[in-house]
């Protein structure tokens, strides 16, 4: 038996000076209520009431108990009450990673939207395009851009993700747009470093995967400089739309290749345990699915060019 509750029985008794009026505050027993005494009087290797058939009076070790264990019993009902308010009312800390381009998305914003729909709820957000062990660093839930292959995590899948292969207008006009992936060996590309194997463009024909390597004009661990250099006329670049869209929507970047991009990619929430999180945890997941599923309603921007385009060659066979 936990100590708590035997400690929780001896003071009822002590207080009402019966087994049989502290039994009926626990909703149990007089003879489970004298068990739990004994076994407490066992453990600590004293008499702590003295028992007659009339009346029930502490020793000087009972009050002693009494006395010093009131504290501890204020102390373990109020952190059960605001557990319980954890598990029932949003509030407390949120530990978040997510990529650094999520800092040039939307996410800002829905995150502060989220803050001041539940201000009782405290966010320690984490930027970072490393992939985390959620549960050694502490972290309770991780956003992330991809394919969904951790099998040890709980997902949560937000919205399927577009790429977009884009460059700007001067770039294209200069170096003539691509028909078909294999194209894109002649290209100049801005690469994601973390990528894993030589640079290269993921496409998919016909269903499947298609990897074309490419030479490698520039790259970095973030989405953000490569932009910046795609924007400058430097190469084409291949990020997630959503960091892209505005720069697309205004004509400053050129989208290529559409219907040749991956369509297995997710934008998801990734968390370590599917029972007993905290009512902050469950509300940011059922907030961060209404509020991107919504934005994904908005209509994709059209892919035009003002370029001339090169002469379209035959679709490549899979690999």
Known sequence: MDGLDLLKAFREVAERGSFSRAAKVLGTSK?????????????????????????????????????????????????????????????????????HGFAQSAFPDILSEFIKTYPDVHVSLHLSNRVIDLVEEGVDVALRLGRIRDENLIVRRLRQMDLVLCAAPSYWARRGLPGKPD?????????????????????????????????SRMDANDAAPLIGAAL??????????????????????????????????????????RRHNSAALRALLDFLEDRVRNSAAA?????????KPARRARQPATA
Not at 46 to 68: C, F, I, P, W, Y
Not at 79 to 86: A, G
Not at 183 to 208: I, N, Q, W
Not at 237 to 263: D, F, I, N, T
Request: contains cysteine; charged residues 20%.
């Open 31 to 99: 003879a489970t209520v004298s068990k739990y005494v004994a076994q407490l009087e066992e453990r600590f290797g004293v008499r702590l009431l003295n028992r007659s058939t009339r009346s029930v009076s502490l020793t000087d070790a009972g009050q002693l108990l009494l006395e010093r264990s009131k504290p501890l019993m204020e102390m373990v009902e109020l952190t059960q009450n605001e557990l319980q308010e954890h598990a029932g009312h949003p509030r407390g800390r949120l530990r978040i990673t997510a990529p």
């Open 232 to 273: 400058a006329g430097l190469g084409a670049v291949c990020v997630p739309a959503m960091m892209a869209q505005s720069h697309v929507e205004r004509g400053a970047l050129v989208p290529v290749l559409k219907e040749y991009m991956p369509r297995d990619l997710w934008l998801y929430a990734a968390y370590s345990q």
């Open 183 to 215: 194209d894109m060996r002649r290209h100049d590309v801005l690469t994601y470093s973390l990528a894993e194997g030589a640079p290269h463009l993921p496409f998919e024909v016909d269903g499947k995967p298609y990897i074309v390597p490419v030479a």
């Open 299 to 307: 209509p994709a921007p059209p892919e035009a060019v003002a370029v």
